[in-house]
């Protein structure tokens, strides 16, 4: 004991209730649908991956307590119910719905009666939510260069700077897709070569941009697909062809916060290949543009901080495949660009994930490039296609989403690499 003695209150039945200091704090997480909770005690309620209903105790004197905490900061996603059990709840009885729809919210409930039941001492919310810090570099690796399919990497510094080649990571191979993971790690993911091969292997790039070795069996092998971050620290692959299955194929890939490769789920939006994707807001990612086979799409698909892809948004610019896509800015905005028939437009995403019509004049128009955010809150595209000319060309993008001119001289001219954000550290 530490010998404090603490205000607390004298029940009608005789027994000291427990005060808000000296609640008993549950050392179980509920990530359930359903809890039942007892008095004086304090529960995390974590609401990530379903509603939750709480059901209070079904007798309860003056002065009994409960505290309820929004864990992971999801209740606005996923809310939670109150179940009275019987009992009023600020005066109401328990036919009523009580719902909390706030993230980051905190509920400290106590009796008092039979007319009015249980009521909040405090429903507050708490202001401050840390803010994940950004990816500081970036890396552009694998392509098809002049001499075939490469698996040269280019690092990209905190200023923007694109690093002389580097090789030998992994199997070599062009029009793959990165994307980070793990907040500061990456991870680039299928792919195929020049002579109709497709691939489902991965190679992590730790958090000092060192690509590792091939991970193979991660879903249906195929190229032409788009990738970004999700939900402050996880990934998703979505998309790309594969002519032995069918040409585009609509399939996504989850990937965890330890960069591995979940199995594949079906049915997301219009089948497509020639695709791309970016993280946007502050855990949301979208994907937009490609083609279906037969012709050009401009729709785009959102993806939910739980990784669910929704149905298909058409009207968003000029349709067209083979473009690359990148967050910037201090709120979580992004910027799709280049694309198929040496396009040299971009289009800008808000941070609410509303797609800006077209922009023109983006240096040099070509298809098949990659693109990665770097500095915070910058972003640079590098590398693809002009009629039939490998560039190695690159363009930054400031942090109000202008896309500067063309910088040549980075490395092996290429098409198809991947490219995704890596490190905290600048």
Known sequence: ??????????????????????????????????????????????????????????????????????????????????????????????????????????????????????????????????????????????????????????????????????????????????????????????????????????????????????????????????????????????????NSVGGSLSMSNLVTNQGVVGSDVTGVGTAKAGTTATGYGTDLAIFGYGDNGVSYLNQTNKVSNSGVVATDTTGVGTARNNLSAARYGSTGQAIFAYGEETKSMSNLVSSSGVVASDTSGVGTGRKRSAATSYGGDLAIFAYGNASGTLQNVSNKVSNQGVVASDTTGVGTAREGPGAAGYSYSA
Do not use: H
């Open 1 to 242: 004991m530490s010998g404090i003695v603490q205000n607390n209150i004298l029940r009608t039945s005789g027994t000291i209730a427990v005060s808000a200091a000296g609640l008993n704090w549950s050392d179980t997480i509920i990530t359930g649908s359903t809890a039942t909770v007892e008095a004086g005690n304090g529960y995390w309620i974590n609401t990530t991956s379903n509603t939750c209903t709480i059901t209070l105790p079904s007798a309860a004197e003056k002065g009994d307590q409960i505290v309820l905490i929004d864990y992971a900061r999801t209740w606005g996603t996923n809310s939670i119910f109150i179940d009275s059990n019987g009992l009023n709840y600020q005066g109401e009885a328990d036919t009523f719905t009580v719902e909390y729809t706030t993230s980051g919210q905190s509920i400290n409930i106590v009796y008092s009666d039979a007319t009015k039941g249980w009521i909040p001492l405090e429903d507050d919310v708490t202001a401050l939510e840390p803010v994940a810090p950004q990816t500081q570099k970036g890396i552009f690796a694998f392509g098809l260069s002049s001499g075939g399919i490469t698996n040269t990497k280019n690092l990209v510094s905190s200023s923007g700077t694109v690093a002389t080649d580097a090789t030998g990571v992994g199997t070599a191979r062009y029009y793959l897709t990165g994307a980070t993971y793990g907040g500061d790690k990456a991870i680039f993911a299928y792919g195929g070569n020049n002579s109709g091969t497709f691939y489902s292997i991965s190679n992590l790039v730790n958090n000092s941009g060192v690509v590792a070795s091939d991970t193979t069996g991660v879903g249906q092998t195929r190229q032409g697909l788009g990738s970004a971050g999700y939900g402050t620290d996880k990934a998703i692959f979505a998309y790309g062809y594969n």
